[in-house]
């Protein structure tokens, strides 16, 4: 933070820069390089913390491990379009995942390169520990191009350091974190960053355009690309402008375009006729079509009445909700409406990142909802201090993104870092103000507490106080130490124990729902299920052969083709299995009773992992 003083009106104070001298080391500090430092001496951190799990690659989820077996496959041959993993639910054909090529390209390109100078090993652990952190350094210097446009300067400046502080930000771009989550956010960012700039015809076309790139990467973005089309409209419906129209219909132009553009590129004719609702398809395509040519015909009518734009724009929405729903009408219920209720119960309530922020302990509530209120304080603050009107209608726009993103996040826990990423400017905005004040006080202690409170702006930093301060009347956090048996307790999968299983000779497993991912990126071997909403029916498969009527286990097993049983013992999911029924296969195997088709493999695991083979029918 700077020690100037945040103007009446929230417009911008002197730059750090110019107050702290015109000395050649000042002229070459810019926000983007400093963004850059910030990000380089966080990265080195992160690399340090994590050195002994990038050395051993251990993956702290599922999707990690699978989206570099899809990139695996890439390398090994498998077409660009054909996104199929044929390695889960070998006897069904396979899965064809709902995932993007857009995040598998620059980790491929990054491997195919490094591969033959480093070999495999190396080259995947050094490119699955940097290149997280690279694309963070994107989002840090996408924050410093956005929030630039935002009347007060100085927040482009500090903006980095509170990204840094933002947990749920963070915790997607750490080393081994691979999957689309960080493209998510940066993508987002991208979206926001073109709300901020003054209404054009280019900043609405390169912001649809990055709403279609979101999109492609991941459907979950949905609500994110609706909300700034819906600001977008919202601004013209009010004041009729010429280039608030313009900024529309690029956006909607840019989406809609940009949507069939991705599409077609990363999937293929099947991309742009398919009807899947958990990702970018035919449905969603028809949808965005719809939606741009009515704001497009709006737009050509220019209505001088402002009932008559909301009339019309709120025609488009319904439109495109109709254009998705009678395309795709099962598409209504959501992407999840199909999976079976055992599948529901064991496996999708126990993914926390996509359940109600109510779903989780009272001290993770607090770390999400803390930033938010923090920055939309802090915004509305902003607002009502300006005096220009254009700098009311910026701030009114991170109100709006914020308060969307927010309200978002209550319902779908992973929403927290897109809206603590909109709650930046916000905070920084306070947090400059109150800094402002308290390097005003002459008193010395008056002064150190009010700088300690300008702290309290962090995300993290406030979020933690406040759980500090409600300690005496929230829930102790549950102390599970006593369990954990080291690194592999979730997995059982320490070197020796994959070395075995990979030398078994290659079949298809059957393992726990949240094994067979980790066990597809270290072995040869096929599974049943892995935690991978389209493989639905094996995954109800595998679950009532762990949980369900023992005497109908062996028939499920054999249907699915799988020759191996493999658990870990002390795995969260194994434990809930083993307590659904005394008698079920989970519980007897964990008793060391199994049924007599099956039969135990030795091999070396120091963690415990636990190997069955089935018998043979013939021979039983």
Sequence with gaps: MTGAAATADGGAGPDPVSAAGRGAAATWLTPIRFALLVWAAMSILAIVVRWDAIVDLRLSDTDDAMRMAQVRDLLAGQGWWDLTQYRVNPAGGGVLMHWSRLVDAPIAAALWLLEPLLGQATAERAVMALWPLLLGGALCVACVLGYRNLPDRRIAWVAPLFLAASGFILIQFRPLRVDHHGWQILLAMLVMGQALRPATLRAGLIGGLCAAALLAVSIEGLPIVALFAGLAALRWALNGRDDERARLTGYMGGLAGGAL?????????????????????????????????????????????????????????????????????????????????IVVHYWYRNI???????????????????????GLAGSLLAWRASARAADRRTWATVIVALSGAAALSLFVLRSASTAHLFAIPGCAWLGLLIWGRARSLSSPLPRVFASALAGLTLPLIGAAAAAAVLAPILPAPRDDSAEKTGPYRQTCLDPAAIAALDALPPTTVLTPIDLGAPLIFWTRHGMVATGHHRNREAMADALHIFTGDPAKAEALVRKNGATLIVFCPTANDFDKYRRARKDALAAQLFAGRPPAWLEPVPIASRAGLSVWRVRPAAAR
């Design 261 to 341: 553009l991705f599409q077609f590129l990363t999937r293929g004719p099947a991309g742009i006729v398919g009807d899947w609702c958990d990702s970018l398809s035919a449905p969603y395509l028809a949808a965005f079509a719809v939606a741009a040519l009515a704001v497009f015909a709006a737009a050509a009518a220019d209505p001088g009445r402002r009932a008559i734009r909301f009339a019309l724009l709120a025609g488009a929405g319904g439109l495109a909700a109709g254009a998705l729903v009678a395309t795709a009408p099962q598409c209504a219920a959501g992407p999840f409406a199909s999976l079976d209720p």
């Design 352 to 374: 926390l990142e996509g359940q109600p922020v109510w779903a989780s302990t009272p001290n993770t509530m607090l770390y999400v909802l803390v930033p938010s209120l923090t």
